[in-house]
DNA sequence: GCGTAACCGAGACGGTACGTCCCGTCTTGAT
DNA sequence: ATCAAGACGGGACGTACCGTCTCGGTTACGC
């Protein structure tokens, strides 16, 4: 699943421990399950997992990072590729995944940590991007194309957008909880936006 | 604008020194600038102000309480409430009007800073929602209202999903910094958004 | 008994409460006698004696002048001049009045406290001298002259290193606690400066 | 001469460091010559032995631990244990040399300051009497037990109170600054000690 | 089968910021 | 001019973590 993020320098010598290595990530999945990303300190993560700290560091090089990779793991095993058959099917059954993931979710407050983490570490912004949000993005825009292969919208329909549309208003509900991530709101979302993006540019 | 946050326990005593709100705020905000949410310690703050570390404290029980203060002040100046007379039209300008807020600007940031913030400092999310959250969606759902009275869109819409969607997918692009929050993406999004509604129920 | 230490500034405008000078003193002496010395803060003393921090410092310059107030008052009060017709049953009476006074009691706790401020703080340690220091020993001195009167110890006798030895060795048993203030220890002390004074210049 | 003072609680990690402790002591004796027990700030220590504050705290917890240490050393290394022939030489000689260590110095004016610090804080109030009282004293009682084998004073004569009475008296001068510390009040108290308890059950 | 290089747990290191306490002064409106 | 109240600028406190370092001890590979 996660593997080591910092590969050994070298091959000589005693190699790393993966024991180590599992006991650092449930260490960090458990910290964050009891106070979040807040919680989540080096030094603490070092003593449940009977580790010592330079052990930590000569693989994530900072907190973020590791929280990212207990992130990670958690989040991609629980957002499937959806096909129904429709456009329609197809996002309400990933929007409903990514909602059924998040909503209420020791994930989803980990989720909410990262973004705001990835804000102050440039390194971690790269990570974010090339390792999260691309990949997420990219099996989520198959559907789109699929719809458009399906002719259920035009070819001109941007695809980003869609995806901002769906998502970002669902983040948007996560990050300010002003109003719950229901399943009325899922549907009502996915019609508007597949509604939108057919009868655009009408 | 900004008001005092938490006011006097009592009319008796010494009052408050307007001076020394002021010199803490304009600290904060010059803070703010140089290096963000992260650059922000109550230490340096105080220093800058001229002013005692429990001058602040006994206005701001927190840094996030702080940051928010200094943030709403400049954020609230420049949201106007368009009236185009065209639904399309106000949600653009107001879309517009925030993309220019926040985009690339210290106020964005800082945004970013106080919404991760806001998820770990429970007062805050208070705070927060009541006086960020709701008044701008408040005033922002007027033009949908105004929209469905004049016509454009069924009276069976539901404005929140309208803003959620019109706002969050740009919130989105802010904070993951996957793609530019550009004009055409404004443009696209507000087409796509007042057709779905319009077309919603057909 | 204890008098306003600072005397008004002017005799015009609203005189001094006689209230508030005895409800400090009082918060004073519960003070020391429940944390001694370093419990004594003004920021306390103000706050039980129901009373502005300035209207103490009108009074009394500093926590050192404050708490020796307090202290003199109950100290002299228990300081007789014995009047034995000996100098061995005078200088019993006098030291055994002043094991009284200060073994285990807050007054003794609060003298230990003032002798560790007068170190540090000029002011006090001129009042301390004038005060305290010089009429105590006049008045002890009394009883060496007397007996010196009487023929009981040379005229060359130095009185004050007689109460040196006196009152210094039983400060020195108050102040490292290595022994007990006990009565034979009185006993034994005036014998011992008796009969050195007396065959001292053999 | 002054060895760790709370030594490490296992074996294992990394060692403490010997440079850190020289360097906090250095410091601290530093900072007593310059403004003696006040002007002692744990934060100047740190900053001068360019230390981090903790690393003090891991040795010495308190600032009176700190001093003791420091004025412990310096102490000692000036107090002979004499040995002249006689009891009224040694313990003039011994009498001297505290008066020589104390009298104007740094170290008399750090005693003072310990000796106030003693009453207030029971962990260091241990440490005073099981490394400064007894010690000192120790060995100081060797001399009267020499003149007791000499028959210079009779057998039943009570060391401890002969000690107190001349070093309480001398600590007396120290404290109350009333009266100098001279050579002739040496002479004059090492005399009437010795004559009072030679002559006491005359 | 032996040296050695990288690892291990532990914990001390210099450093930064925290939030609190108290200092002695100052500023109100009300006697 | 003094009162009670309480805010002011300031200094130091003792704590929590940061990311680095230094110990003695442990693998397991390549010579």
Chains 1, 2, 3, 4 share one sequence.
Do not use: C
């Amino acid at each position: 699943m996660s593997e080591s993020p910092i590969p050994p320098v070298s091959l000589r010598g005693r190699p790393r421990s993966q024991r180590a290595e599992r006991a650092i990530l449930e260490a960090t999945t458990q910290l964050l399950e009891e106070g979040g990303f807040v919680a989540l300190t080096m030094e603490e993560v070092a003593l449940r997992a009977g580790v010592g700290k330079a052990t930590i560091y000569r693989r994530w090089p900072t907190k973020g990072m590791l929280a990212f990779d207990a992130f990670l793991a958690q989040f991609l095993a629980r957002q499937p590729l959806p096909d129904t058959g429709t456009l329609r099917g197809d996002l309400l059954a990933a929007l409903r995944a990514w909602i059924r993931t998040v909503n209420g979710t020791v994930t989803g407050r980990t989720l909410v940590g990262l973004i705001a983490e990835v804000q102050r570490d440039p390194a971690l912004a790269d990570v974010w991007s090339d390792r999260f949000v691309r990949p997420v993005r990219d099996q989520h825009r198959v559907m789109i194309e699929r719809g458009v292969d399906r002719g259920e919208i035009p070819p001109g329909a941007d695809p980003d957008i869609a995806l901002d549309l769906l998502f970002g208003s669902a983040y948007h509900r996560l990050l300010q909880s002003h109003l719950p991530l229901s399943d009325r709101f899922a549907q009502v979302v996915v019609d508007t936006v597949v509604s939108g993006m057919a009868g655009g540019p009408r």
